[in-house]
């Protein structure tokens, strides 16, 4: 590894570190909650645990726009503010229209609506490569830093029947040994649709925000470019 790729990843690591941990602490908070029965609006221990208010997802927006404005800071911007804008909201747009698709494919077969999912997250995410690289590698550390633990949490869990919504089986989910379970429900998911959409969260929050922040720069300066939006 070169000294400048040691120092972006030395950088990136710095970066992620508060925001992984805070995700670390509210995963095991939530945990500790649904083992002893706390109230389900907060820690809902039905599977997929949806509407649960303590839980790491809505991290994901706040820390967006965190990153973002640190990579403007650092100098990090994207190649063109109009195509990751642009991006940015059409990833939006893809997942949160075609997560409800995915009946259509539990219809036909549980495990295939599962692949559906998964590959609606990647897909998403990979689309904001084209738009602000940076970020997206930025929210991708994050993204494994934060749901790594979940997925060592989901195994013991899966592994104990411990009764939380890490362990959970979705009505309609087929048998099978715990292993098998978890790989379909817990490490898979983990590392496509829950990154995957940690991307594409952070980036239509932190993409739109970093744009305002360049908009409030002195009139004077964006005048001498000849623009007030950023390209």
Request: net charge positive.
């Amino acid at each position: 590894m070169n000294p400048s790729a040691a120092g972006k990843f030395s950088s990136a690591l710095r970066l992620i570190l508060v925001p992984a941990l805070i995700s670390l602490i509210v995963t095991l908070w939530r945990l500790t909650g649904e083992l002893l029965h706390w109230s389900a609006r907060f820690y809902n221990p039905e599977a997929g645990g949806m509407g649960a208010i303590v839980g790491i997802t809505w991290l994901a927006p706040v820390f967006g726009i965190y990153f973002a404005f640190e990579l403007v800071k650092a100098g990090q911007k994207p190649p063109n503010w109009r195509k990751a804008l642009g991006l940015a909201i059409l990833g939006g747009v893809v997942l949160i229209l075609g997560a409800p698709l995915q009946t259509i494919f539990l219809e036909r077969s549980f495990l295939s609506g599962l692949v559906y999912i998964w590959l609606l997250g990647l897909v998403a995410a990979g689309m904001q490569l084209f738009g602000w690289p940076q970020l997206v590698k930025t929210l991708l550390a994050y993204g494994l830093a934060a749901r790594l633990p979940i997925i060592l949490i989901m195994a013991l869990a899966m592994r104990g029947g411990w009764g939380t919504h890490y362990d959970a089986k979705p009505p309609g989910f087929p048998e099978m040994d715990w292993l098998s379970a978890f790989l379909w429900l817990g490490f898979f998911p983990q590392l496509t649709f829950w990154v995957g959409s940690t991307i594409v969260m952070g980036a239509l929050c932190g993409v739109p925000a970093a744009v305002l922040l360049h908009r409030r720069k002195p009139r004077v300066e964006a005048g001498s470019r000849g623009a007030a939006f950023p390209t």
